[in-house]
């Protein structure tokens, strides 16, 4: 595997992000290809439980983009995007309670299904850390799921990856998973 880049999402970025949403991301999975990492960016009481449309979301990506309310990392290898993920300040995730300027939080990874397994998304999580920290937070918190029927599609992240590089569990979320969190230097 040759050596993985990474750039922050921005509107440089921007038509990368897109074209892997729109072709590649989950070509194994149609039925979250029109998520465009939407989920946790809408605030509940205003959208409530409804699912938005695949081009409500792709649009929503491109504005929240442009106005720095969506923020997070792209993985590349040999010029094209093997992964994603949504990391950066927790106030950019209303749903989630507790939000602080100086918490961050990772929610969401996206590794394309030929390079799932080659430490796409620990490469990401060793750069949104040291991103993350040079930005000034002082912890990032994740919520991976721990049941067993959960893992085929966890793309919250293992448990184990975030443990071994200094994550704690903080909360037991039952079927929402557990609460980890690491403080920065």
């Known amino acids: 595997m040759s050596e993985l880049t990474f750039k ?9 992000f897109l074209e892997y949403f729109d072709h590649e991301a989950f070509t194994d999975n149609e039925k979250w290809a029109g998520c465009y990492c939407q989920f946790y960016l809408n605030d509940p009481s205003v959208t409530g439980s409804q699912p938005t449309t695949k081009e409500a ?9 442009e106005s720095g309310e969506m923020d997070g990392y792209l993985a590349y290898q040999d010029g094209r995007v093997v992964g994603w993920t949504a990391a950066g300040a927790s106030s950019l995730f209303p ?13 969401c990874f996206v590794i394309h299904p030929d390079h799932r397994g080659e430490g796409v998304a620990t490469g990401m999580l ?20 721990t049941a067993p029927e959960m893992q085929a599609s966890n793309y919250r992240g293992h448990l184990s990856m975030y443990q071994k590089v200094g994550f704690e569990v903080v909360v037991d979320m039952g079927e929402f998973g557990v609460l980890v969190r690491k403080h920065l230097d």
Not at 95 to 107: E, H, M, S, V, Y
Not at 126 to 145: K, N, Q, T, V
């Open 95 to 107: 749903g989630l309670p507790d939000a602080n300027d100086k918490l961050a939080r990772i929610l």
């Open 8 to 16: 922050r999402l921005s509107v440089e970025s921007l038509h990368d």
């Open 126 to 145: 060793d750069h949104a850390i040291a991103d993350l920290s040079a930005r000034g937070f002082a912890a990032i918190e994740a919520a991976p799921y």
């Open 57 to 65: 979301n792709r649009q929503s990506a491109c504005d929240r983009v």
